[in-house]
């Protein structure tokens, strides 16, 4: 059986939060982002429209396997806020995602714990509100029918998707119709097997390329 590979998930949207520590106003901001360059583009924006604020404290990880990240304490004490906010992405296993976390000073010193505990809460409760996008490995596989039969099948792989992991993709229409499954490597030779079923043996699915796709996470 083939073992699909483990690869970290996303968010789906923005998302935003606020936090008030001891008057102290904590503004937190998660992204998706495409490339630390996208990610650089998301901090500009936030100093651009909160330019009044004290600190725009940054973490973000970024790569497929999430092997690229970067934090900034942008002039909090060092280690207080951006590598808190990295920890927060981190435990949860996220990348290709940028978290700022803005503050608007209060007037009351917070202490390196306490800035620590904020900058970590801020991280953690803005991505609580995140909808989460896994990735995996998927098999493109098509399978060609007569036009008359397109409907029959179409249902088939719907149901069939529902409950193996697939995800549905393209339906083309030339001489005959082709019907399109993204299909997770380790359910292939379940899919073949159904379709002959089906079929009687007279289908056959055609596997094609792999890919890694983004597939909505349940909440």
Not at 71 to 95: H, K, Q, W
Not at 132 to 156: F, I, K, M, Q, S
Request: with cysteine; aromatic share 4%; glycine share 8%.
């Amino acid at each position: 059986m083939t073992i699909a590979r483990q690869y970290p998930a996303t968010i789906a949207a923005p998302v935003e939060h606020e936090l008030v520590i001891k008057k102290s106003r904590f503004l937190g901001l998660a992204h998706p982002v495409a490339s630390p360059e996208d990610a650089e583009a998301v901090i500009a924006r936030v100093k651009k429209q909160a330019w009044d604020a004290r600190h725009h404290c940054v973490a973000m990880v970024t790569g497929l396997l999430g092997d690229q990240a970067r934090s900034s304490d942008d002039g909090e004490p060092s280690g207080t806020a951006g590598m808190p906010i990295l920890e927060v992405i981190r435990r949860r296993e996220l990348t290709d995602v940028v978290v700022v976390v803005t503050r608007y000073f209060g007037g009351v010193k917070l202490g390196a714990g306490g800035l620590v505990r904020a900058y970590s809460s801020a991280a953690s409760e803005t991505l609580d509100l995140a909808s989460l996008v896994r990735r995996e490995t998927l098999t493109r596989a098509t399978l060609v029918v007569p036009h008359a039969e397109a409907g029959r099948y179409d249902n088939l792989l719907r149901d069939w998707a529902g409950s193996h992991g697939a995800t549905l993709g393209d339906q083309t229409y030339g001489a005959q119709a082709e019907l399109e499954l993204w299909v997770p490597p380790a359910e292939l030779e379940r899919l073949q097997a159904d379709v002959a079923s089906a079929s009687n043996g007279s289908l056959a699915v055609i596997v094609e390329e792999e890919r890694v796709v983004d597939v909505p996470a349940p909440r």
